[in-house]
């Protein structure tokens, strides 16, 4: 049975860190791609960042570039989102999703976990 449990989310305040944990389990990590994703209150799941399962390679949303810093720990099966300067617009519930292909729509994705919240006040 695949499992992704998120962890790592709660509230802080704009110009602060959170990180973020992703455990993957029943799943081969090697075989996806694995992709974090948003969802903020009344929108759609929105993608933040992935990595490419082909060539190891990490895309980040333009908003979070240079904040964010996503990692993985394929020993340990787990994923790793480092949020520094948060801002409010960064609020929203974090998922970790793998897809047999990269790709940064929500539809691509075989797999998600349950979510994780994050809200960052002014």
């Known amino acids: 049975q695949v499992q992704l449990v998120e962890s790592g989310g709660g509230l802080v305040q704009a110009g602060g860190s959170l990180r973020l944990s992703c455990s993957v389990s029943?799943?081969?990590?090697?075989?996806?791609?694995m992709s974090w994703f948003r969802q903020a209150p009344g929108k759609e799941r929105d993608f933040v960042a992935g990595?490419?399962?082909?060539?190891?390679?990490?895309g980040y949303k333009e908003s979070v570039k240079g904040r964010f810093i996503m990692s993985s720990d394929d020993t340990k099966k787990t994923l790793y989102l480092q949020m520094n300067n948060l801002k409010p617009e960064d609020t929203g519930v974090y998922y970790c999703?793998?897809?047999?292909?990269?790709?940064?729509?929500?539809?691509?994705?075989?797999?998600w976990g349950q979510g994780t919240q994050v809200a960052v006040s002014t």
């Open positions: 999703a793998a897809s047999p292909k990269m790709v940064r729509a929500a539809s691509g994705y075989d797999y």
């Open positions: 990595i490419s399962k082909m060539n190891g390679k990490i």
């Open positions: 029943g799943l081969d990590v090697s075989e996806y791609s």
